[in-house]
């Protein structure tokens, strides 16, 4: 079964511009008319490729309704509120806990997402992180052990390090650390993430986000696919990472939904740093699942064109999660994109907050 | 044929909580458990009044997505954008204006909007300010006649209040104008507004925008339902829409998207004036149609929490309409609302730009 889609206005992140494309078993195998079993008339909607979404949190139990209500009226967020969500993911069985972690990723799709990274690191006990990243695994291939999410009792680096992470590696593609004052030092952070490289795990940093710190450096010392969130950065920062060639995943709905300031996307696009956009999705910090709010956000907050956005949000998440067959529409990537009602993806920060998705294609279907 | 809605949480503006409602005939005509044909389970959804939209411009032609790349990189908003819209609207025929505004119009329905304003304002000229308001008829009731949107050749404010107003009233609820500089002086849409008043319209005043200036005062003068944008007011201007019951009619989705300055809704709140909150949606400045990402932006940039934001988002616009029998679900209101994915109200702030309407409810059906 072959499929023509024409008609449209195509981005593909290639040299050349396309006027169509043809469509089998998954991928995309040429560019331009051919003859097809069938064939789909776009009438003007603009294509790109399917959102990856690189960093998420799907995986918890509650909400935090009333801290979010809190924070609205002024109380700042703290670190320590993420410690709810463990409480309560601990009490969740692993029916309810995956019921909703797919409807989230529904979600996602419906507004684009053909691609998720989620996490764990609201069990923090052998048991809570591997039934996380078991439920996880339901979601999506792509799944990051993050048991150094927040601290716990003296010798719980060893455990994450040790124990914990035998149990979850091999159900994990990556190891996660979040290197912050109030989380993990920077030592902790390397223990952690060494010994997760040694099981075979790519590695992201959650890094920067609160404060000043050394764990951008720290993804540039491990070679980490990406550094995440990335708000505080020093000049050296930014030029770590660019000649690390480690991706700065930035998450502009966590600092909308925590009034915090945003990251300097322009500074790291300038010094030539691939940027990925992504959610964050979870219910303390980024409660959204949608690709297309963040672009909106990063034009108006973080100074990127709508098309930087685009990339950040399709090449540049498969960067940060080191795929090389999505986040474009070259011939021989998976067939995964968003025809949208609108006749330029400019429009998903001209059109703010609407659903702009005619139709998602996920593996040509 | 009475549907009794229960099991969900009911946002109604009443002072008695309500556990359920019973529709009939369009209108809400019981609060509680009763006998009724049919009964909906909302398995813990929220209920909100149906959002009113008391602010939008739909009948246009062309679209401005240039004008908006261009702000994006660096150029300022200037009022006169508004005139390559006006080009185009006048080259559009009357069943292709319409269609894109019953889109537009079906779009924020989807979003959750059952009550809409629209505009003319793209026309300036007696004709096509005419066919503008035909069309909007055919979208809405609750059309405003605004041929004092842009200035043209001298005389242009006689012809206005004179043969144009003619034209137009039958077509029309509401007069409007916009006063600024740029735009008309004060005693240019004190002019037009009095010709309207004296042929029964409602009154609205695009005031205060771009800058500081004596709109909201002559918004207060006339007695006018809303003065709209009210993004730079002094103490006096705060004052006098109280004084004169003047809703404030705030369209964060313009000051987002042309990144100025917020209009200051604590001000407002916090000296007891009505506030309203709408989309603007116009295709120079807020192409948007969704009130859940007004309410959503609205909690983050000024100031309002969440249920502040919903109150402005439904009876505040049913105030800024003059209509009593929307924005809220007391016995009595035309049976409005919006049935959310989502255990409370505060989501619509706490899920930016993820879609969380369940279903959408319009007299009734």
């Known amino acids: 079964m072959s499929t023509l889609y024409r008609g449209g206005s195509f981005t593909t992140w290639g040299d050349e511009p396309v006027t169509a494309l043809v469509v089998q078993d998954g991928r995309v195998v040429h560019h ?6 069938e064939v789909v008339e776009l009438a003007g909607r603009a294509v790109v490729p399917g959102f990856v979404d690189s960093h998420t949190h799907l995986v918890f139990g509650g909400d935090r309704t009333e ?5 609205l009226s002024g109380s700042p967020y703290a670190a320590g509120g993420i410690r709810s969500t463990v409480a309560a993911t601990r009490e969740t069985d ?8 797919l409807h989230l990723a529904a979600e996602a799709r419906r507004s684009g997402t053909t691609t ?8 923090l006990t052998v048991r809570d992180e591997r039934r996380s990243l078991r439920v996880a695994r339901l979601v999506t291939p792509h799944t990051t052990f993050l048991g150094a999410h927040v601290p716990d009792e003296p010798g719980y680096v060893d455990l994450v390090a040790g ?11 990556a190891i996660d650390a979040f290197c912050e004052t109030g989380a993990f030092d920077v030592d ?3 223990t952690v993430l060494l010994a997760g490289q040694a099981a075979g795990l790519d590695v992201h940093v959650h890094a920067n986000q609160l404060g000043p710190g050394p764990g951008v450096q720290l993804a540039a010392e491990l070679g980490a696919l990406s550094a995440d969130h990335c708000t ?3 000049d050296g920062d930014v030029a770590a990472l660019r000649d690390a060639e480690v991706v700065a995943t930035l998450v502009p709905v966590a600092e909308f939904s925590t009034r915090s300031p945003y990251a300097p996307a322009r500074r790291l696009l300038d010094a030539g740093v691939t940027v990925a956009l992504a959610t964050d999705c979870n219910p303390g910090t980024s409660f959204t699942t949608s690709m297309p709010f963040v672009i909106a956000l990063a034009c108006r907050e973080l100074g990127m064109s709508p098309l930087e956005a685009v990339f950040a949000a399709t090449a540049g998440g498969a960067a940060a999660l080191g795929l090389e067959d999505v986040g474009h529409l070259n011939v021989g990537a998976r067939a995964d994109f968003v025809v949208l009602e609108a006749p330029s993806p400019t429009w998903l920060a001209y059109r703010p907050g609407v ?5 998602v294609v996920k593996d040509g279907a």
């Open 355 to 359: 659903d702009l998705v005619h139709r």
């Open 32 to 37: 331009g008319e051919a003859a097809t079993d």
């Open 94 to 101: 692993d029916d309810s806990l995956l019921r909703r972690a």
């Open 116 to 123: 998720l990274e989620t996490k764990s690191g609201y069990g």
């Open 163 to 173: 124990e914990m992470l035998e149990a979850c590696a091999p159900l994990a593609t």
């Open 188 to 190: 902790e952070c390397r």
């Open 67 to 71: 801290e979010f209500e809190a924070r």
């Open 232 to 234: 505080h950065l020093s």
